[in-house]
C-alpha cells in the first residue's frame, strides 16, 4: 500500500496534499490500489476530516510532541505508522518540511529515496521517477533499486486530486521517546502576513535587481502583485541587498514555484534563480535589456524600463477590473 | 576540544555549460569549484575556532579523485585537516550517509555542516541523513548560529517564514544563503595548506554498500517557451503584454 504524509495547517490542508492524492494514483495498481493519508499535528482531525472526501482510508495523530512538529517527532510517527500498515511506498510533498523529514524516514527505514520528483512510474516492479539536477539544467530518470521506497514529490507538478468515495477515518497512537523532542522551536517568522502563499500562489510576480530598492518594491511589485492577487518573489540578488526577507528568495538557495503565471519584473534570469521557477506554466518578463539570459525562458517580454511599464500594467489591470 | 566536521562537494561551476553525451551527463572541460553552500559551513566552522573556542576542523569529502581541488580549497580557507574517501560511484545520499556518519563517529565530532543542497545532484537529502545514522538532531537552511551550552541556538528557513531552533550538540546543520560570508584563501594559507594533512581513504575500507537508487539515463532539461519579445514605447509593450496574457494565456 501507499502511504501519503500530507501537511496541513490548524485543520486546513496544503494544496500539496491533493497534488500527493493524485500521485498516489499514478502508482496505486502497482501496489494493490491500496492508498492511505496520513495527517499529524494540531488540528489534523478536522484535516483527515476533510482528506477522508478523497482518499478510502485517512489515519490523524496528534500528540504533544507533535504540537510544534519538529522532524524527529515526525519522523517516528511516519515510520511507525508506515510499519503499522505495511507501507510499500511513503510520499512526502518536496517542501521544506517534507525535505527535512523525507530522508530521516528513508535512512531510518533503511530503503532508496527519491527527492523532488516531477512523475512516478513502475517499471518491472520497481519505481522509475524522473527529477531536476545540475540547478535544474538537467533531468534526470532515477530508479529506486528496492521496495519499500519513500519518495518526494516537486509541489505544483502534479494536478490537484477531485473528491471521490468517502473514506474511514481513523487515530492512530504512536510512543514517542525523549529525543523525539530534544529540539525546541522557538519564534516563528511568518513572511509577508496577509498576501497569498508564495508557493501556493496561481499568480507570483518577481523583482530582481532592475526593480533598483525596497521603496521599487513598494512601489512596483506589490501594487502589481496586489492587482493579481499574486504572491511575491524575490532574486538572490534583491534578498542580499536587503530589499527583501530570504523566504521570499525564489531560485537554488530559495524556494522552488511552479505558478500558471510567473511574471519577473528587472530579473535578469542566472541560472540560479531559473531553477526555482523553470515549470511556470506561462513566462513573462520586463527587462530593459533585450539581450537579459530571462528572455530566452519566457513566454512573453516587453522590453522597457519596469519602473515605465509596471505602473502602466497596474493602471491597466485596476482599469479592467472596475 | 570540540570538533568540526565539514562535508565537502565538488560541483560544476553555476557558469558552466552543462552538456550530455548520449544518455549521460558529459562534464568533460567544465570548470569545478568547490560547492558554494559548503564554504558556508567552512566559514561557520572557522568562525567557531577564532570565537575562542579549543575546536579542531576536519573536513570530509566522498567523491571522484577531482574533489581533492574543493578540500585544498577548505585548506586554504582554515580547516585542519582533511578525510577524502575516494570512488567514482555515484551513490545515494542514504548510502553515502551510512558511510560518512560512520567517519563523523570514528573522529568524534561535535558538530558537522553539511550544504543545504547540493548545486549538482539539486539534493538536500544527505544533512538530515546523516542526523539519522548518526541518531542525532540536525536544522537544515540554516541562516544565523550561535552556540551556547552545548546547543545550538539557531534560526532556519522554514515553509512560511523561518523558525529559531535550540538544537543539543552533537547535531547536524546544514546551511544556507545568509549564514555568513566565506572568506576567500589568503596565497600564504593556500601555501601552507599544502603541508596539512589530507587522509585518502579508499571506499572499499567500507561495509560494502548496494546503492539504493541508480539513474538510468540523464537529459538537457528544456521548457518550450513561446519567446514572444515586444518592442517599442512604454505603452506599446504594456498593453502588448497585457493583451497577450489575457487573451492568448489566459492567465490573468
Known sequence: MILIVVEQTDGTLKKSAFELVTAAAALAPSFQDSTAGLVLGPGSTAAANALADYLPEVVHLDAPELSSMPAEAVTTAVVEVARLHGAEVVLFAATRAGLSVSPRVAARMDVPLLEDVLDLEVHDGLVVARRFSYLSRITETVQANSRPIVVSVKPGTFQAAEPAQPGT???????F????????????????????????????????????STDGFEQLVEPLADALNAGIGATRAVVENGWRPYAEQIGQTGKT?????????????????????????????????????????????????????????????????? | MMKIVTILKQVPDAEARIRVSGTAVDLEGVTFVIDGMDEYGVEQ??????????????????GPPRFEDAIRTALAMGVDRAI???????????????????????????????????ADWDSAAL??????????????????????????????????????????????????????????????????????????RD???FASLAPKTTVLSEEIQTSERLNRLFMGSAEEVAAELIAHLRDEAKVI
Open chain 1, 169 to 175: 477515518v481513523e487515530a492512530a497512537s504512536v510512543v
Open chain 1, 177 to 212: 521517546s525523549t529525543e523525539d523532542t530534544r529540539v525546541t522551536v522557538g519564534e516563528k517568522t511568518v513572511a509577508a502576513t496577509g498576501r497569498v502563499s508564495l508557493v501556493e500562489a496561481r499568480v507570483v510576480v518577481t523583482g530582481g535587481r532592475g526593480v533598483g
Open chain 1, 257 to 322: 514555484v511552479a505558478p500558471d503565471l510567473y511574471l519577473a519584473l528587472g530579473v535578469s534570469g542566472a541560472v540560479q534563480h531559473l531553477s526555482g521557477m523553470n515549470r511556470s506554466k506561462i513566462v513573462a518578463a520586463v527587462n530593459k535589456d533585450p539581450d537579459a539570459p530571462i528572455f530566452q525562458v519566457s513566454d512573453y517580454g516587453a522590453v522597457g524600463d519596469v519602473h515605465e511599464v509596471v505602473p502602466l500594467l497596474i493602471a491597466a489591470l485596476r482599469d479592467s477590473k472596475s
Open chain 2, 45 to 62: 566552522a572557522l568562525r567557531i575556532r577564532e570565537g575562542g573556542s579549543e575546536t579542531e576542523i576536519i573536513a570530509v569529502a566522498l
Open chain 2, 84 to 118: 577524502h574517501i575516494e570512488t567514482e560511484e555515484r551513490l545515494d545520499p542514504i548510502t553515502q550517509a551510512k558511510i560518512l556518519a560512520t567517519t563523523i563517529g570514528q573522529e568524534g565530532a561535535d558538530l558537522v555542516f553539511v550544504g543545504g543542497k547540493e
Open chain 2, 127 to 200: 544533512g538530515p541523513a546523516i542526523a539519522e545514522r548518526l541518531g542525532w538532531p540536525h536544522s537544515d537552511w540554516t541562516t544565523q548560529l550561535r552556540l551556547e551550552e552545548g546547543r545550538a541556538a539557531v534560526v532556519h528557513d522554514s515553509d512560511d517564514g523561518s523558525e529559531a531552533l535550540s538544537v543539543p550538540l552533537p547535531a547536524v546543520i546544514t546551511t544556507q544563503q545568509g549564514l555568513n560570508e566565506p572568506r576567500y584563501p589568503t596565497l600564504p594559507n593556500i601555501m601552507k595548506a599544502r603541508r596539512k594533512e589530507l587522509l585518502k
Open chain 2, 203 to 205: 571506499l572499499s575500507a
